[in-house]
């Protein structure tokens, strides 16, 4: 199995830059294990010991993609990879932040000045959770933050939302807030999309912040109702590769919006709320429909992708549940074809991930998170995992791509205080 061992330099660095922050992030290595204890690196650079010490996980989504801003079911997992923080309050307005993995030394900011769109590069992740929070009424006064993360960045394993949860999380113990898991995760979602500027739905934060060891996380986006189902791999003997392309293709952030809007438009022409309202067995009627209707034939393919692929989590969990796992590949491997061939949210090399896995005799495959590179997740039998991950090697080896960096999805925690 293939580790990371270099920073992904296709990967494209955020849009905004500040004059605080000399480059982009590189990709931390794709271990969980993270080497330096917060907490003594956040002595030594504030002169003064922290408080505590929170994580929170990035995460995979099993199955459940681009459903999350139409009100619909995702199922996440979170990783063993965490970001962590070491933070003490400060009652002076000042907000200090600083990450081990970016180079740049630490971001001075004030809490009453903080505003949407001020860019502050990566910090605005942090920064923006303590803009939120203070926008809901909390009485956040400052605080020293040091932040370090192995959750791969840019990777669509979402390490921007593990940065909001364990902030929100360390913050919310800290000024004894009283705020639930959900709420936090509400923040987060908050400050990405009005802070920092990006559209996304509440999946990404909700796993980082509610997952448990384990489980995936069966959520309704609608009202955030929630079920942990177990999910043993192991106990059935199998595993799950995360495989990471490496690669971020720039089309990805404008192409998301456009799905949303096409979501929304066919929403509106077949009269509903969300693609929610749409009950699978009501599909082929409401295709018609828009093609009756003159609906551009974009919007038909997402409508389809959204309710085809609500039906999926249901079927997803309904295998879970009668404890026959491996049934779920084909369930996999259907929610790819539709995210490349309905959504067109694929590439080149999420595509070849899946066609070499399943080739090599993986039991599903499909991309996981926005698509255009980022990472697929492969359901594999444990005992063909290693030639399975040889040959998706092997076959980028031969496409002339980078090498993948290939690791097991261990259903792991949420977020938490560890000190
Ligand atoms: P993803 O969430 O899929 O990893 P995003 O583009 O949403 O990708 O978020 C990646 C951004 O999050 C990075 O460019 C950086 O600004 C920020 N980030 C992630 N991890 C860290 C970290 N350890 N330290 C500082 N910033 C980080
Ligand atoms: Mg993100």
Not at 211 to 239: E, I, N
Request: hydrophobic content about 45%.
């Amino acid at each position: 199995m293939t580790a990371h061992s270099e920073p992904a330099t296709t990967r494209t660095a955020p849009a905004d830059s500040s004059e605080n922050v000399a480059a982009p992030a590189p990709a931390p290595a794709a271990s969980a294990e993270n080497a330096a204890d917060p907490a003594d690196a956040f002595t030594r650079l504030y002169g003064r010991t922290p408080e505590g010490v929170w994580a929170a996980p990035g995460r995979v989504n099993l199955i459940g993609e681009y459903t999350d801003f139409n009100d619909g079911f995702v199922m996440p997992l979170a990783l063993p990879h965490t970001a962590r923080a070491a933070v003490a309050r400060r009652t002076d307005g000042e907000l200090r932040l600083h990450s081990a993995d970016i180079p740049g030394g630490v971001v001075s900011l004030r809490v009453d000045e903080l505003a949407p769109h001020q860019g502050h590069d990566w910090a605005a992740y942090p920064a923006g959770v303590v803009w939120a929070l203070r926008e809901a009424g909390h009485p956040v006064t400052g605080a020293d933050i040091h932040l370090t993360s192995t959750v791969p960045t840019g990777a669509g394993l979402s390490s921007s939302a593990a940065l909001e949860v364990v902030t929100a999380f360390a913050l919310n113990d800290l000024f004894g807030l009283g705020l639930s898991a959900a709420e936090l995760a509400l923040l987060g979602q908050r400050a990405e999309n009005d802070f920092v500027g990006v559209p996304c739905g509440i999946m990404d934060q909700m796993a980082s912040a509610c997952c448990t060891d384990g489980h995936a996380l069966y959520l309704d986006t609608r009202d955030l109702t929630q079920r942990q189902v177990p999910f043993d791999l192991a106990a059935h003997g199998l595993r799950l590769l995360v495989v990471d392309t490496r690669v971020k293709h720039a089309l990805g952030d404008g192409a998301y919006a456009e799905r949303r809007a096409a979501c929304e438009a066919g929403a509106a022409a077949l009269g509903l709320r969300t693609l929610r309202e749409l009950p699978y067995e009501g599909l082929g009627a409401a295709l018609e429909a828009l093609a009756r209707g003159g609906a551009d034939e974009s919007v038909v393919r997402c409508v389809r992708h959204v309710v085809n692929e609500n039906h999926r989590v249901e079927q997803v969990i309904a295998l879970l549940d009668a404890g026959d796992v491996g049934a779920a590949g084909p369930v996999l491997d259907a929610g790819h074809a539709s995210l490349r061939d309905d959504l067109r949210v694929s590439c080149p090399e999420l595509d070849l991930v899946v066609s070499a896995a399943v080739k090599a005799g993986a039991l599903g495959a499909r991309m996981t998170g926005g698509g255009f590179g980022g990472s697929a997740i492969v359901l594999v039998d444990e005992a063909s995992a290693d030639t399975v991950a040889g040959a998706v090697t092997a076959a980028f080896a031969a496409a002339g791509y980078m090498e993948p960096g290939i690791f097991p999805a261990v259903p792991s925690a949420g977020a938490r205080r560890l000190a």
